[in-house]
């Protein structure tokens, strides 16, 4: 079983930056996809970002032109970069790692909170 170690999370006022990373390790397999999705409390887990075998990525509307999804050479590691950052990112940021032929495994998740 693949496991994806999340850290970057933290506290910060609003307008600052946060840069999350994700980690896979535990075996050999064919890249698919990775994302970045949150859970604020109360509310719906949601999709942030998304980047896929071919390097094309997709962003939430609420975060486009302020994050930015990438990936290592070796595609064992994703990260996140969040800048102007608002109260409302406010949530628990979870990783999730997909690969062929049928692997959907998710990080532990990582807090982030933002000040005003």
């Known amino acids: 079983q693949v496991q994806l170690v999340e850290s970057g999370g933290g506290l910060v006022q609003a307008g600052g930056s946060l840069r999350l990373s994700c980690a896979a390790s535990?075996?050999?397999?064919?890249?698919?996809?990775m994302g970045w999705y949150r859970q604020a409390p109360g509310k719906q887990r949601e999709l942030v970002a998304s980047?896929?075998?071919?390097?094309?990525?997709n962003y939430a509307d609420s975060v486009k032109g302020r994050f930015t999804i990438s990936r290592d050479n070796a595609q064992s590691t994703v990260y996140l970069q969040m800048n102007s950052l608002k109260p409302e990112d406010t949530a628990v940021y979870y990783c999730?790692?997909?690969?062929?032929?049928?692997?959907?495994?998710w990080g532990q998740g990582t807090l982030v909170t933002v000040s005003s």
């Open positions: 999730n790692f997909k690969a062929f032929p049928a692997l959907d495994a």
């Open positions: 535990g075996g050999i397999f064919i890249f698919a996809a």
């Open positions: 980047i896929n075998r071919g390097g094309i990525t």
